[in-house]
C-alpha cells in the first residue's frame, strides 16, 4: 500500500507536465464572433465549429523571430475599445522564465483600455479563467486525503 501511494504524486505529476508539445489555445474576438463572449462554451454541438484550437508553436519562429528563449501561451483579454468591451482569445508569447498568469507588456491604442489579461499554459485554457483554480482545489483535497 505504501508503494501505491508513494506512485500517486508521480503520476499526477506525469499526467500534467507536458514539456515540449505546442500548447492549442483558442482563438477569436467578440467582435468579430459574439459567441466568444462569456461564458464561452465552445464545446457546444451547435457551436463547435465556430471554433478553433490554434497551434501556438507553429507560427512563433515566423512571427516572432527574435523571442528565441520564448515559450507560447494562452491569452484571454477583456478590453474597452471606444466604449465597447471586447473580449479577445488567443496566443500570446512569454519569456521562458515567466511563471505568472500576467499578460506581456502590449501596447493599447489610444481608444483602448484593457481591464483584465491573463495567460495560461495548457490546450484551451483561455475558454474560463476559473478552470484551473477549480483544477487545483479539486487536487488540494486528494493529496490531503492519500497522504493522511
Given at each position: 500500500?505504501?508503494?501505491?501511494?508513494?506512485?500517486v504524486?508521480?503520476?499526477?505529476?506525469a499526467?500534467?507536465?507536458?514539456e515540449?508539445e505546442p500548447v492549442?489555445?483558442w482563438t477569436?474576438?467578440?467582435?468579430l464572433n459574439?459567441?466568444?463572449?462569456?461564458?464561452?462554451?465552445?464545446a457546444?454541438?451547435?457551436?463547435?465549429?465556430?471554433?478553433?484550437?490554434?497551434?501556438?508553436?507553429?507560427?512563433?519562429?515566423a512571427?516572432?523571430?527574435?523571442?528565441?528563449?520564448?515559450?507560447?501561451?494562452?491569452?484571454?483579454?477583456k478590453k474597452?475599445i471606444?466604449?465597447q468591451?471586447?473580449i479577445?482569445?488567443?496566443?500570446?508569447?512569454?519569456?521562458?522564465?515567466?511563471?505568472?498568469t500576467?499578460?506581456?507588456?502590449t501596447?493599447?491604442?489610444?481608444?483602448?483600455?484593457?481591464?483584465f489579461?491573463e495567460?495560461?499554459e495548457?490546450?484551451?485554457?483561455n475558454?474560463?479563467?476559473?478552470?484551473?483554480?477549480t483544477l487545483?482545489?479539486?487536487i488540494?483535497?486528494l493529496?490531503?486525503?492519500?497522504f493522511?
Open positions: 500500500m505504501a508503494r501505491l501511494i508513494a506512485l504524486p508521480v503520476f499526477l505529476l499526467l500534467f507536465i507536458r515540449g492549442r489555445c477569436c474576438s467578440s467582435d459574439p459567441l466568444c463572449n462569456d461564458p464561452f462554451t465552445p457546444q454541438a451547435e457551436n463547435s465549429y465556430l471554433f478553433r484550437l490554434e497551434n501556438c508553436d507553429a507560427t512563433t519562429g512571427s516572432y523571430p527574435y523571442l528565441t528563449s520564448s515559450k507560447s501561451t494562452c491569452k484571454k483579454q474597452f471606444n466604449g468591451l471586447v479577445s482569445r488567443g496566443c500570446t508569447w512569454k519569456r521562458q522564465d515567466d511563471y505568472t500576467q499578460c506581456p507588456n501596447s493599447n491604442g489610444p481608444h483602448e483600455v484593457t481591464s489579461c495567460t495560461c495548457y490546450d484551451g485554457c475558454s474560463a479563467s476559473a478552470i484551473g483554480k487545483a482545489l479539486l488540494a483535497p493529496g490531503v486525503l492519500l493522511k
